[in-house]
C-alpha cells in the first residue's frame, strides 16, 4: 500500500496543470535535498580535519606498486647506507620508501631519531629472516636478535661482561695486546730499518680479536684464520640481509655465503669446546670465569641455547675486527692528514702519562684524545645507520606509524645536519664544547643501545694512545681518506677488493730526531 501510496504522489507532481509547481514541489524537493547535503558537506569537513592532522609523509609515489620495487631496488643496487643517504637527500629528513614491499622509513631528524631510540616499543629489527638464519642471528645474540623475549634474556649476559670488572680490566688488556703487537711488527722489521709498511686493517683486527679473546674468551686461537672468517662473515651478513625470499630458494647462487657463514660458527664451536675443557681441568673456576664462561653455564643449566650461546660469542669476538679497527683506521688516517692535530694529541699524552704506560687514573684528563675520537666517529663513522621496527601503533613528529613498519636512523647524516659549527669538516672545534646528546649518537641510546660503547671507548682510546706514544703514522703513497674507494651498505668500509689500504710506521724518537 505504501508504494502505490507513492506512485500517486508522483501522478500528482507529474500534472502541472493541477499544481503550483513553484509554491509546492521546490519548497518539497529543496527539503529533501537539504539533508543529504548537510550530511556529506559534514562528513567532507570531518575527513579534511582528520587528513590536516595526520601529515603524510615525503618519499617516492607508489603508483601502482612500481614505487615500492623501485626503492627495493635502489637498495639491492646502492646499500643500504648510501640508498638511505638518497632519499633523506632528495626528499627531507623523515621519508617513507618501502624494502622487500614494506612500508620503511629513513629518518635524520633529531628528535625523531631519539624518540624512536628511548621507546621500549623499537627494540626490534628487521631484515630477511632467512638470511639471519643463515647467519646465525634469527632470535639468537643480540645483534639482529628480533625476538624481543630471547633478546631481553640474553643481553644480561653481554651487559656484565663489558660492565664493572669486565670494564676495568679493559684498559690494561688493551695495552698489553697492543704493545705485543708492535713488539712483533719491529721484529718483523730489516735490521737496517726499524720502518715498517703494515697492512694496517689486518693489522688492527688481529690487535682487537687479541683484545676481545682476553677479556671474553681467553683460550688460544689462530688470530689469521679468525679474522679472515670474520670478514667472510660479514660479507655474508650485509649481502643477504635485504636480498627477496627467491634468492634462497636457488641454493647454488648462495652457496658460498652459506659455506662462510658455517665456518665462522664452526670455528667458534672448538672455541666453546676448548674453554670447555679448560673448565672441566680447572681447579678453580673463579681464575678463568668470563663471559663464554658464564654463557655454557646458563647453557648448562637451561636457560640458554646451545645456538644462542655459539652466536652471541660469535657476535662479541667479530665486533673489534668487524667495526672497530675500520674505526681505528679511519682515526689514523684523519691523523697523517692534520699533523696539527696529531701533534696537540701526542702533547697531551705525553704531559698525562710521561714515560708509562697509559692507565685507568689517565682517561678522564685524556680531552683532546676523547674528542678526537668523537669528531672521527662523527666525520666519518663505520656505522653510521641502525635499523628498527615499530611493535604497536605510533606517531613520530606528527606523523602516524603503523605497528611493524621498518625504520632506518641514519645517524650518519643527523650527525652533519644540526648543531655543529662545521659539520662538513673535520675539526675538533667541533666538540670544543659539550654536545647534547640527542645531537650524537655514535652507539645510540635507551633499551637497544649498543651495550659496548663504554667498553669500545676505553679499547681505542688504550690502542690510539699505545700506538702514538710510539710510532707516527703514514698513509702509503700519501692515500686520504677522499682516495679510498669504499663500500657503504651494511657499514661503512674501505673497499679491499683491489689493494688493501698500508701504512708506514716509523719509530717517534726516530721520526722526531
Not at 21 to 42: H, K, N, Q, Y
Not at 82 to 95: D, H, L, P, Q, T
Not at 392 to 403: A, L, M
Not at 463 to 482: A, D, F, P, Q, W
Request: net charge positive.
Amino acid at each position: 500500500m505504501r508504494r502505490f501510496a507513492l506512485g500517486d504522489s508522483l501522478l500528482q507532481i507529474s500534472k502541472p496543470a493541477r499544481l503550483n509547481l513553484t509554491i509546492g514541489v521546490v519548497p518539497e524537493m529543496g527539503s529533501r535535498a537539504t539533508a543529504p547535503l548537510l550530511l556529506f558537506l559534514g562528513l567532507l569537513f570531518i575527513f579534511v580535519k582528520t587528513t590536516q592532522k595526520k601529515a603524510t609523509f615525503p618519499g617516492p609515489s607508489f603508483c601502482l606498486g612500481v614505487g615500492p620495487l623501485i626503492s627495493y631496488g635502489r637498495f639491492l643496487w646502492m646499500g643500504i647506507g648510501r640508498a638511505s643517504n638518497y632519499y633523506n637527500e632528495k626528499y627531507g629528513e623523515i621519508v617513507r620508501v618501502w624494502i622487500h614491499g614494506e612500508e620503511t622509513l629513513i629518518i635524520s631528524r633529531s628528535s625523531a631519531v631519539n624518540h624512536v631510540m628511548r621507546k621500549g616499543h623499537y627494540i626490534s629489527r628487521f631484515g630477511n629472516k632467512l638470511a639471519l638464519k643463515c647467519i646465525g642471528m634469527n632470535e639468537n645474540g643480540i645483534i639482529f636478535n628480533n625476538n624481543p623475549s630471547i633478546w631481553k634474556m640474553t643481553r644480561p649476559y653481554f651487559a656484565k661482561a663489558l660492565t664493572g670488572p669486565g670494564l676495568q680490566r679493559t684498559l690494561a688488556v688493551s695495552v698489553e695486546s697492543t704493545r705485543n703487537h708492535l713488539d712483533k711488527l719491529l721484529k718483523s722489521t730489516t735490521t737496517t730499518s726499524t720502518t715498517a709498511c703494515v697492512d694496517i686493517l689486518l693489522f688492527l683486527r688481529s690487535i682487537t680479536l687479541d683484545i676481545s679473546n682476553r677479556l671474553f674468551l681467553r683460550v688460544p686461537l689462530h688470530e689469521g684464520q679468525i679474522v679472515s672468517k670474520i670478514q667472510k662473515y660479514f660479507d655474508t651478513w650485509q649481502t643477504l640481509l635485504l636480498k627477496p625470499d627467491i634468492f634462497f630458494k636457488f641454493k647454488w647462487i648462495y652457496k658460498k655465503y652459506e659455506k662462510a657463514a658455517q665456518d665462522l660458527q664452526d670455528a667458534v664451536e672448538e672455541l666453546l669446546l676448548k674453554k670447555q675443557q679448560e673448565l672441566q681441568e680447572a681447579e678453580k673456576l673463579q681464575d678463568i670465569t668470563d663471559f663464554a664462561t658464564d654463557l655454557i653455564f646458563a647453557q648448562t643449566h637451561g636457560k640458554l641455547t646451545a645456538e644462542n650461546v655459539r652466536q652471541s660469542l660469535l657476535e662479541i669476538l667479530i665486533a673489534g675486527p668487524d667495526t672497530m679497527s675500520v674505526s681505528i683506521f679511519f682515526m689514523l688516517t684523519l691523523i697523517t692528514q692534520h699533523p696539527e692535530v696529531e701533534k696537540k694529541i701526542v702533547e697531551e699524552i705525553q704531559e698525562v702519562t710521561g714515560e708509562r704506560e697509559v692507565q685507568n687514573s689517565d682517561l678522564q684528563q685524556l680531552k683532546t684524545v676523547e674528542n678526537f675520537i668523537n669528531e672521527s666517529m662523527r666525520y666519518q663513522p663505520v656505522v653510521d645507520f641502525t635499523m628498527r621496527k615499530a611493535l604497536k601503533d605510533d606517531e613520530i613528529d606528527g606523523y602516524p606509524v603503523k605497528k611493524g613498519t621498518n625504520i632506518i636512523l641514519n645517524l650518519g647524516r643527523m650527525h652533519k645536519d644540526e648543531f655543529f659549527l662545521k659539520p662538513n669538516e673535520f675539526n675538533l672545534e667541533n666538540f670544543a664544547q659539550n654536545v647534547p646528546h640527542r645531537y650524537f649518537q655514535p652507539f645510540g641510546c635507551g633499551p637497544r643501545s649498543c651495550v659496548g660503547k663504554y667498553t669500545a671507548m676505553v679499547m681505542m682510546k688504550g690502542i690510539l694512545v699505545t700506538m702514538l706514544k710510539r710510532y707516527r703514522v703514514h698513509s702509503h703513497n700519501g692515500t686520504t681518506l677522499e682516495d679510498l674507494k669504499n663500500n657503504h651498505d651494511l657499514s661503512y668500509l674501505p673497499s679491499e677488493s683491489h689493494s688493501l689500504p698500508r701504512m708506514i710506521f716509523i719509530p717517534r724518537n726516530q721520526a722526531e730526531a
